[in-house]
């Protein structure tokens, strides 16, 4: 709420809350310097724990139908190739997705977007049972894959509430919380209901034909319920809501198309784009094909090659947070630079563990690289969304979203090998091109940061994470 202040009688800026259940930084726009994960308080952490929860049931329902495919290419007689193109289509929209909501966070900012995306992606879940043929399929899981779009408001939201020193972590715990949400749903829908829902329609003359159409029907429900209460129970900045801090004064009206220029046009931007499409890329590529490599390699039941793949996804409950936490551990000791150097081992090592993942023969040695490999992908993510925030701060949203989409741009890339060759020859492949991703490391320079070799950083540069108000506005116009 505005006022006066009391001491000078001068007006005060409006916000939403006179104080805050965490500490924050009145430079950084109020964003928080520290993480309760306890608290429910909002602004701050009400945004955080519905940032991940959000992007967990997008993600369940997103892959909700991956442990099932073998039960769906029996079902509808379809070829691998089918397969994989239905999984290729399913993360690929998503891509135009990650780029359409990118500058729209910058704009309308994360809560609204959050809501509506959740709800589309709900009806098209829900539908899954009407699929009778690979076209079907293939254009169900296009409309599904909507839901993977909700990584950038989950990502832009976090960037909003909390400050530089923080925000690494905050963004890796909340990024791999949401994913979680893709081993949950290999164990959940693959060997919990699915077995349920064979229990069930265990009269009917094919019981799992009738489960693999009615289960998803659970995940739709759920994923409506939470985008509504998103809607209703939180805000998009920790001053409050962009339409309300808009209508008194409080904040620019940001141009999307402005937003998106200057995240495209900048270099930093399309080297993450890379790098990130070789560890989001290769998570979203295994959970794909981790049930079917498990079950076709080892000749598993569905319900255990479930199980087995829901592993790589459980990482996420540690894996990204503890890279988010490496990365803001080393900018604390080397700025930047520090930052740029997890960020390249993490990918080296990951590359390297692909490698030794294609050549395992043995179901339980093939388990025990699969939880390091998992672990090693999912913290070069939490390093990736480390570096975000610095590129270029206004921006933020429209490069979330640019390099989010370099995730899914690599599944794409990575399925097609998946869908033409064998397992070990598109394992190798993959493994090679994570390897030299990492390389890139060394070209990102981002103003006022250090480099992986040299350069300093810039204190006052380095400390505050810039947002639009109406005066920078002002002055950005002047200058142009």
Same mark, same amino acid.
């Given at each position: 709420?505005?006022?006066?202040?009391?001491?000078?009688?001068?007006?005060?800026?409006?916000?939403?809350?006179?104080?805050?259940?965490?500490?924050?930084?009145?430079?950084?726009?109020?964003?928080?310097?520290?993480?309760?994960?306890?608290?429910?308080?909002?602004?701050?952490?009400?945004?955080?724990?519905?940032?991940?929860?959000?992007?967990?049931?997008?993600?369940?329902?997103?892959?909700?139908?991956?442990?099932?495919?073998?039960?769906?290419?029996?079902?509808?007689?379809?070829?691998?190739?089918?397969?994989?193109?239905?999984?290729?289509?399913?993360?690929?929209?998503?891509?135009?997705?990650?780029?359409?909501?990118?500058?729209?966070?910058?704009?309308?900012?994360?809560?609204?977007?959050?809501?509506?995306?959740?709800?589309?992606?709900?009806?098209?879940?829900?539908?899954?049972?009407?699929?009778?043929?690979?076209?079907?399929?293939?254009?169900?899981?296009?409309?599904?894959?909507?839901?993977?779009?909700?990584?950038?408001?989950?990502?832009?939201?976090?960037?909003?509430?909390?400050?530089?020193?923080?925000?690494?972590?905050?963004?890796?715990?909340?990024?791999?919380?949401?994913?979680?949400?893709?081993?949950?749903?290999?164990?959940?829908?693959?060997?919990?209901?699915?077995?349920?829902?064979?229990?069930?329609?265990?009269?009917?003359?094919?019981?799992?034909?009738?489960?693999?159409?009615?289960?998803?029907?659970?995940?739709?429900?759920?994923?409506?319920?939470?985008?509504?209460?998103?809607?209703?129970?939180?805000?998009?900045?920790?001053?409050?809501?962009?339409?309300?801090?808009?209508?008194? +004064?409080?904040?620019? /009206?940001?141009?999307? $198309?402005?937003?998106?220029?200057? #995240?495209? *046009?900048?270099?930093? !931007?399309? @080297? %993450?784009?890379?790098?990130?499409?070789?560890?989001?890329?290769?998570?979203?590529?295994?959970?794909?094909?981790?049930?079917?490599?498990?079950?076709?390699?080892?000749?598993?039941?569905?319900?255990?090659?479930?199980?087995?793949?829901?592993?790589?996804?459980?990482?996420?409950?540690?894996?990204?947070?503890?890279? +988010?936490?490496?990365? /803001?551990?080393?900018? $604390?000791?080397?700025?930047?630079? #520090?930052? *740029?150097?997890?960020? !390249?081992? @993490? %990918?080296?090592?990951?590359?390297?563990?692909?490698?030794?993942?294609?050549?395992?023969?043995?179901?339980?040695?093939?388990?025990?690289?699969?939880?390091?490999?998992?672990?090693?992908?999912?913290?070069?993510?939490?390093?990736?969304?480390?570096?975000?925030?610095?590129?270029?701060?206004?921006?933020?949203?429209?490069?979330?979203?640019?390099?989010?989409?370099?995730?899914?741009?690599?599944?794409?890339?990575?399925?097609?090998?998946?869908?033409?060759?064998?397992?070990?020859?598109?394992?190798?492949?993959?493994?090679?091109?994570?390897?030299?991703?990492?390389?890139?490391?060394?070209?990102?320079?981002?103003?006022?940061?250090?480099?992986?070799?040299?350069?300093?950083?810039?204190?006052?540069?380095?400390?505050?994470?810039?947002?639009?108000?109406?005066?920078?506005?002002?002055?950005?116009?002047?200058?142009?």
């Amino acid at each position: 709420m505005s006022g006066t202040d009391i001491d000078t009688g001068a007006p005060t800026e409006w916000k939403k809350y006179d104080s805050y259940a965490l500490n924050v930084d009145p430079d950084q726009d109020d964003r928080a310097t520290e993480i309760k994960l306890c608290s429910f308080a909002r602004p701050h952490m009400r945004a955080f724990h519905f940032s991940w929860l959000g992007f967990f049931i997008a993600f369940f329902i997103w892959f909700a139908i991956a442990p099932l495919l073998s039960e769906i290419r029996t079902s509808l007689g379809l070829s691998k190739k089918e397969v994989w193109t239905s999984s290729i289509v399913g993360v690929g929209g998503t891509i135009f997705m990650r780029f359409l909501l990118g500058p729209l966070c910058d704009k309308v900012g994360p809560r609204v977007l959050f809501t509506c995306v959740l709800c589309f992606a709900s009806i098209p879940t829900a539908c899954t049972g009407l699929v009778t043929n690979a076209t079907n399929l293939a254009v169900l899981r296009l409309f599904i894959g909507s839901a993977g779009g909700t990584f950038v408001m989950c990502q832009y939201w976090t960037s909003r509430m909390f400050t530089k020193s923080v925000v690494g972590t905050a963004n890796a715990l909340v990024g791999g919380w949401g994913n979680l949400g893709g081993g949950v749903t290999q164990l959940v829908m693959g060997s919990a209901l699915f077995p349920l829902f064979k229990e069930l329609f265990k009269d009917e003359p094919n019981p799992a034909d009738f489960a693999w159409r009615w289960v998803s029907i659970v995940p739709a429900v759920v994923a409506f319920g939470i985008g509504i209460c998103m809607y209703f129970f939180s805000e998009d900045s920790p001053k409050g809501n962009f339409t309300d801090l808009k209508k008194n +004064g409080a904040m620019a /009206d940001v141009s999307a $198309a402005s937003s998106f220029r200057s #995240g495209a *046009l900048n270099l930093n !931007t399309w @080297f %993450l784009f890379i790098q990130y499409a070789c560890c989001f890329g290769v998570e979203l590529t295994m959970n794909n094909a981790a049930a079917l490599y498990f079950k076709d390699k080892f000749s598993l039941t569905t319900e255990e090659a479930a199980a087995i793949a829901s592993i790589f996804g459980w990482m996420n409950l540690f894996a990204r947070g503890l890279g +988010g936490f490496t990365s /803001d551990k080393a900018n $604390a000791k080397f700025g930047m630079r #520090g930052r *740029l150097w997890a960020q !390249t081992i @993490f %990918l080296l090592v990951e590359g390297c563990l692909v490698l030794v993942f294609a050549n395992t023969a043995s179901l339980e040695g093939a388990i025990v690289v699969m939880v390091f490999f998992s672990l090693f992908v999912q913290a070069a993510e939490g390093s990736s969304y480390g570096i975000v925030p610095y590129v270029d701060p206004p921006a933020t949203g429209s490069i979330s979203g640019i390099i989010g989409a370099g995730g899914n741009s690599g599944a794409v890339a990575f399925g097609m090998g998946f869908r033409e060759l064998e397992y070990k020859d598109a394992f190798v492949i993959m493994g090679s091109t994570i390897i030299a991703s990492s390389i890139l490391s060394f070209f990102v320079c981002i103003p006022g940061c250090s480099r992986m070799l040299g350069g300093e950083d810039d204190v006052p540069a380095k400390d505050t994470l810039a947002v639009p108000t109406p005066e920078t506005d002002k002055v950005d116009d002047v200058n142009a």
